[in-house]
Nanobody, 124 residues
Framework: QVQLVESGGRMVQAGDSLRLTCAAS????????KGWFRQAPGKEREFVAA????????YYADSVKGRFTISRDNAKNTVYLQMNSLKPEDTAVYYC?????????????????WGQGTQVTVSS
C-alpha cells in the first residue's frame, strides 16, 4: 500500500520556524515530483511548494517565497518543508503530494498521491 505520511506540524508563535517531513512507504518515489499544499478552514487547498524528482527545480507560492524551503532526500524517500518566519496566515493543514509528471506544479489535481495532512497553527 502506497503511503505518504506527514509529520512535524504543531502550534507555534509568529516568527517561529518549523520543519515538516513527508515520508513515503510502499513504493519508491525517487522519480516522482513532490509538492506541499495547505488548506485552511473554509478555504480551498492551495499550492505551497514543489520540487522536481532530482531536486534541481523548485517552485513556490508567492506567499511563502523567501520564507519556506522545499528539499528532498531520495535515499530516504523523504521530502521536507522548512518554514521560517511563520505568520498566523500560514495556519492550515499541510499536505504532501507526489506525482510522476505533474503538468502543473501548483495544481492539486495533477498529483496522484496524497498524505493525510499535518496541522500547523501559528498564533500571533
Amino acid at each position: 500500500q502506497v503511503q505518504l505520511v506527514e509529520s512535524g506540524g504543531r502550534m507555534v508563535q509568529a516568527g517561529d520556524s518549523l520543519r515538516l517531513t513527508c515520508a513515503a512507504s510502499g513504493r519508491t518515489f525517487t522519480h516522482y515530483a513532490k509538492g506541499w499544499f495547505r488548506q485552511a478552514p473554509g478555504k480551498e487547498r492551495e499550492f505551497v511548494a514543489a520540487i522536481s524528482w532530482g531536486g534541481d527545480s523548485t517552485y513556490y507560492a508567492d506567499s511563502v517565497k523567501g520564507r519556506f524551503t522545499i528539499s528532498r532526500d531520495n535515499a530516504k524517500n523523504t521530502v521536507y518543508l522548512q518554514m521560517n518566519s511563520l505568520k498566523p496566515e500560514d495556519t492550515a493543514v499541510y499536505y504532501c503530494a507526489a506525482d510522476f509528471a505533474p503538468r502543473g506544479w501548483s495544481v492539486p489535481g495533477e498529483y496522484d498521491y496524497w498524505g493525510q495532512g499535518t496541522q500547523v497553527t501559528v498564533s500571533s
